[in-house]
């Protein structure tokens, strides 16, 4: 990966970064763009099904991301943003890949050619990429002072057949470390936030909120960084309003490490005002 010239990626940015996760997104193509990386979305994208469809609706599940994959040009990786949508996406190309079948129903069905080389990869993939090709080398201590705990949830975790797949177990810690910040140990990076569950029993996803949040105050921690947008959605609604945490995504703590985000508006989407922390310590004017 070459630092000083400009690629395309293709980009599918799911449902909840284009709409409650706006600032995720906004902070993302921001971060891509200053490393001359332009996200270019999918044309006429539509939802991937996430954990709705797959569990009630077999057939629905199936061809959902079939027509995203349809959409991608060759030649190009596909990147998801959003760590459910990845795992929609890169299992159906995998099942594609091994069932002549299916690939038949979806020629068919798209009348496109299946395109066996199309590179799946997460935000975290590219991320890890641009670490080793030394992106990031000058931007050393740009978050110092920071107490941060980072928070994966349930993103770690993948099905069986994609075990030898990479994790990026640790990535934030490295990052955030290198960025200047101080990464606290905690127990709760990996404890899931009750995804959709937030949805039809929000009794169970407050109860597991507020267990990650009190695992964050214990710590000492100033705030949460999230790898998901659904995360971070769920540790802002069910968690005590006003809460005393400020959560981001980890794309804005990326941006604000290159000095940018203070006027860009992400801030005040978040229920918990995150602004007096960055002002405190002196991130933003």
Not at 148 to 160: A, E, Q
Request: hydrophobic share 40%; charged share 20%; aromatic share 8%.
């Amino acid at each position: 990966m070459n630092t000083s010239q400009s690629f395309d990626i293709s980009y599918f940015p799911g449902c909840s970064m284009a709409t409650t996760a706006l600032e995720n997104n906004r902070s993302l193509h921001t971060f891509c763009g200053q490393h001359n990386i332009k996200l270019v979305e999918l044309p006429d994208w539509n939802c991937c099904g996430s954990s709705s469809a797959h569990s009630i609706n077999h057939h629905l599940a199936k061809w959902l991301p079939t027509r995203n994959l349809s959409l991608a040009p060759p030649g190009r990786p596909l990147m998801a943003a959003c760590p459910s949508c990845y795992l929609r996406l890169k299992l159906t190309h995998m099942e594609l890949s091994q069932n002549s079948a299916f690939r038949e129903q979806y020629e068919r069905k798209w009348g496109r050619s299946f395109d066996p080389d199309l590179r799946i990869i997460p935000f975290f993939e590219l991320l890890s990429d641009m670490a080793d090709a030394g992106y990031f080398s000058d931007q050393k201590g740009r978050l110092k002072g920071l107490k941060v705990v980072p928070y994966y949830g349930c993103m770690l975790s993948r099905p069986p057949v994609m075990r030898h797949e990479k994790n990026f177990h640790g990535l934030m810690e490295k990052m955030l470390s290198i960025m200047g910040a101080e990464v606290l140990h905690w127990n709760h990076s990996a404890r899931c936030c009750g995804t959709y569950l937030s949805v039809t029993r929000a009794d169970i996803a407050t109860r597991s909120v507020a267990k990650i949040l009190d695992g964050a105050e214990a710590a000492r921690a100033e705030c949460i960084v999230t790898a998901c947008a659904m995360c971070h959605m769920n540790l802002e609604i069910r968690s005590k309003l006003p809460g005393k945490t400020p959560i981001f995504h980890f794309s804005e703590l990326l941006s604000l490490s290159m000095g940018i985000g203070s006027g860009m508006g992400w801030f005040r989407r978040h229920l918990t005002d995150p602004r007096p922390l960055l002002r405190a310590r002196r991130l933003i004017a």
